[in-house]
């Protein structure tokens, strides 16, 4: 099923008698079971303001389309989100209501934010077949409950994304990449936490100790205008000196590569073992991974996020025990997958909120049922 | 403007409701006699009065939990109360209430430098968090005016701004995790201080839910570290259509200011008078602010200027000191006392596409002469958050009405040139009434569902942000089950 308006989808909703597979792209492999509702039908840019630095796209966008038209104008997503195709070995093209409804984002998250923070809007269509308009397209907005973030990161278990409006940004001129060789986990995550506790506005931080071949690094970035990259680089040198290893600076070309190649996990796309994802506070990476089977991880968000490389059916999260934060399977075989779920299990007073919360969004159970948490109700 | 009749039966059990909360509270948490609760009968929209039937106290998250559970088996509504700094009457009480103020509850938890994070106490000031960690080269974003006395719980209930947020975003983007008492008195935990919390973003749900959903008791929110520096410039323009064409070619050239505002001719003018801030005499002013080291603040100015000459300014001028900069901001700042001073006002703030500025200016210009009611307007430019400060005498029969009336024509305006009826100071009882003009019966159903789930029997701060006769079945049901 493929609808290609609002209204079309929500009487495909409405008078559905089974599950529904929610699918923007494709590219995020998640398949949970029902009949593949496609949102790609639901496609195009409706408004973008360069000036007010908004744009309102339908959810079937694909956000190389978005990417396309923002680059027009010297803008961006500012989010940077992650393209799953490479890691997971996906066909499709991402979409903007898969990225907002897996809340993606990349390495610029640790300074500017996620996914969440860039949507300003949102029309979807609940589990009742009913259209709702929630936020709108201006940047400061809190007229009722903000249900714009509840939508961003509930994968399409709380209704069908079909509009998103975004805070875009300005691209800027020029980003360069300072790298610091040979630091441990523990003195990485430190040199990381130095440079963001600077002023000097670093907007990817990534250390890479146990996968690459040579070596860790430990990388930096800094995006501004030409001389103010120069001058924060230098700044940023002197700040770090006292860690007393090779320091390098990777020019523009470079930096981009050194960045996407981070945001997408593109260093795991051919290893053989299941693939994690763990959100924490920076400081405890280190000692997460120790207490860990991994096998191997590097660090982005200044330690803030893990990607980490375990062994086949290895659950991750009885290793690590209770900490401060979370871990996602991203990728697994199907016999991994069915002995442990995709996001780490909930507390159980939050637990009770966000099945509540499905029940009253999607009464009858239908919207991916189960990818999130138990279904409220079997259908009848 | 309407609020609920109290509830004769929870009137009723008052004494015993009492007994109850000072069982567990410190004898000096629980206020009753009525001479008392006089002060928390209102908040900065003070226009609206009504004492609560008891006021409480409490220090700790578990003093909290015990209050919500008594109440919660009594039937009693609860109002949560930061500073009572709202502008909007969100912690504008019920006679049949019992207020909640975290005011007690202000210590710093903890300062965590390595992971750029500060747990605190919810009643703690805004201000008094970045106090808490300046020393160190550290600050909290999010600056609300009223950033001396309001709590970082009214700003969590508010989603709260300011002046900063084009670059550094509201209270929702820097609020990493919260401890929160549901009404049933049970505590949860919402994010930490890690990001990007896990499941559903009920984090992002909570905050500018106008204490509805639960009582947020602590929270661990993100600090930045402080810039190098940073400069104002001030610009002069013959009409708000070259300020407005001014700022967005400022933002299309790349460069992302700290902060750009926007005064008008009247404000300007008080504004003068009030804080000898040395502004130019126009009709639109605006303030840019950028930062970083200072080459990096002399470059940035030198385009922003650049740009600003390609649209004849009348007057253009870059600070030259510490001093000079503290002046420019010292005008705007006190942009809203300055106008308390010659009239009583009332400040809305209403966000609008930025390109439709210059229209919704005019407008309210017509709707002033129409109403026969002066305005001023102060505008976040860089992100459409208006302020028009609309003037009436609260002395003259009338007044007050004839300005409500004005105020949500000009809400109205906001909401169908593409914006909406408010921006950073929330809905409380103030706009609840608009509700049905930006969003359908379907979009409120949906929100109103949300508060089922936390607070099914709607008893948290109940007569806020929905129009109460969309809400009437929903809050009649405590009642019912007695």
């Not at chain 1, 959810?59 to 104008?73: K, V």
């Not at chain 1, 990381?192 to 040579?214: D, Q």
């Not at chain 1, 290895?314 to 871990?327: C, E, I, K, N, W």
């Not at chain 2, 109403?371 to 958050?385: C, E, I, K, P, S």
Request: hydrophobic content about 45%.
């Amino acid at each position: 099923m493929r609808p290609d308006t609002e209204a079309a989808l929500a009487d495909i909703v409405k008078s559905a008698k089974g599950p529904l597979a929610i699918q923007g792209g494709g590219t995020r492999g998640l398949s949970p079971q029902g009949d593949v509702l496609s949102v790609a039908g639901l496609s195009g840019i409706t408004l973008y303001e360069p000036g007010a630095l908004t744009m309102v796209a339908q959810a079937g966008t694909p956000i190389s389309e978005i990417e396309a038209a923002l680059a027009a104008e010297n803008q961006r997503l500012a989010f940077e989100p992650m393209d799953h195709r490479a890691v997971l070995g996906t066909q499709g093209e991402p979409t903007l209501g898969g990225v907002i409804s897996a809340n993606v984002s990349g390495p610029r998250r640790i300074q500017g934010g996620s996914a969440r923070d860039y949507a300003l809007g949102a029309r979807f269509v609940d589990g009742t077949g009913t259209a709702v308009k929630n936020g709108g397209r201006v940047m400061k907005n809190v007229t009722g409950y903000d249900l714009v973030k509840l939508m961003c990161g509930a994968f399409g278990t709380l209704g069908v994304l079909t509009e998103v409006s975004l805070k875009v940004l300005p691209s800027p001129e020029t980003q360069g990449t300072l790298m610091l060789r040979g630091l441990d986990d523990v003195a990485g995550v430190r040199a990381m936490s130095a440079a963001m506790g600077s002023p000097y506005e670093i907007t990817g931080a990534a250390h890479c100790a146990k996968i690459m071949e040579g070596g860790s690094v430990t990388a930096l970035r800094i995006e501004g205008f030409e001389t103010s990259v120069a001058y924060r680089m230098d700044r940023l040198k002197d700040l770090l000196k006292g860690f007393n290893v090779d320091m390098n600076v990777a020019d523009a070309t470079m930096s981009d590569w050194i960045w996407k190649s981070v945001r997408d996990a593109t260093l795991l796309a051919d290893v053989p073992e299941d693939i994690w994802r763990v959100c924490c506070k920076p400081s405890d990476a280190p000692a997460l991974m120790a207490r860990s089977s991994a096998a191997g991880w590097y660090f982005d968000w200044a330690g803030g996020l893990i990607w980490v490389r375990m062994p086949a059916g290895d659950d991750l999260r009885a290793a690590l025990g209770a900490f401060d934060g979370h871990a996602t399977l991203i990728r697994a075989s199907e016999a991994t997958r069915a002995a442990l779920p995709t996001f780490h299990p909930e507390a159980p007073g939050v637990a009770k909120i966000s099945a509540g919360l499905r029940a009253r969004f999607d009464p009858r159970g239908i919207l991916n049922p189960g990818l999130m948490g138990p279904v409220a109700r079997e259908i009848a | 403007m309407e609020m609920p009749i109290p509830d004769p039966a929870v009137l009723a059990r008052k004494d015993r409701v009492v007994a109850r909360l000072q069982a567990v509270l410190p004898s000096d948490a629980v206020i009753q006699d009525p001479a008392e609760t006089r002060a928390y009968e209102c908040d900065a929209l003070t226009a609206y009065r009504c004492p609560p039937m008891v006021a409480v106290l409490p220090a700790s998250t578990q003093e909290v939990s015990e209050i919500l559970r008594i109440c919660h088996e009594e039937g009693v509504p609860v109002v949560p109360r930061g500073s009572g700094t709202s502008l909007a009457g969100g912690a504008l009480p019920t006679a049949d209430c019992v207020i909640l103020g975290v005011a007690r509850m202000n210590d710093v938890l903890d300062t965590d430098y390595d992971n750029r994070t500060i747990k605190v106490q919810t009643g703690r000031t805004n201000l008094s968090v970045t106090g808490a960690v300046e020393e160190n080269g550290f600050f909290y974003a999010p600056d609300p005016s009223s950033q001396l006395a309001c709590a970082i719980a009214g700003n969590i209930a508010m989603n709260s701004g300011g002046a900063h947020c084009l670059k550094y975003g509201v209270t929702t983007n820097n609020l990493m995790g919260v401890t929160m008492v549901m009404m049933d008195g049970e505590i949860v935990e919402l994010g930490g201080a890690h990001m990007d919390a896990a499941g559903l973003d009920l984090l992002g749900l909570v905050c500018g839910s106008e204490g509805q959903l639960g009582v947020v008791t602590e929270a661990t929110l993100r600090i930045l570290p402080k810039p190098e520096g940073a400069r104002p410039v001030l610009m002069g323009f013959d009409s708000a259509e070259i300020a407005g064409a001014c700022v967005a070619d400022i933002i299309k050239a790349g460069v992302l200011p700290v902060a750009i505002e926007f005064m008008d001719k009247m404000l300007i003018e008080v504004c003068e008078d009030f804080a000898k801030a040395d502004y130019p005499m126009c009709e639109a002013l605006l303030i840019v602010e950028v930062e970083g080291s200072e080459a990096e603040i002399n470059d940035q100015l030198a385009l922003i200027t650049e740009i600003a000459r390609r649209h004849n300014p009348v007057a253009l001028r870059e600070s030259a000191s510490a001093d000079e900069s503290a002046r420019i901001w010292a005008g705007r700042k006190a942009a809203f006392s300055a106008i308390g001073r010659i009239s009583d006002y009332m400040c809305l703030d209403g966000t609008i596409p930025v390109s439709e500025l210059p229209y919704v200016l005019r407008r309210i210009g017509e709707m002033s002469e129409q109403y026969g009611l002066r305005v001023g307007n102060v505008f976040h430019a860089g992100d459409g958050n208006m302020h028009p400060l609309i003037c009436y005498d609260a002395n003259k029969p009338g007044d007050l009405e004839i300005c409500e009336e004005f105020g949500a024509e000009v809400l109205k305006l906001c909401v169908e040139v593409g914006g909406c009826l408010t921006g950073e100071h929330g809905v409380g009882i103030e706009k609840r009434d608009l509700m049905t003009h930006q969003y359908a019966p379907a979009d409120l159903e949906a929100q109103m569902a949300v508060k089922d789930v936390f607070d099914p029997q709607w008893l948290l701060n109940p007569a806020k942000v929905f129009p109460l006769a969309v809400s009437e079945t929903r809050r009649a049901l405590d009642v019912a089950a007695e």
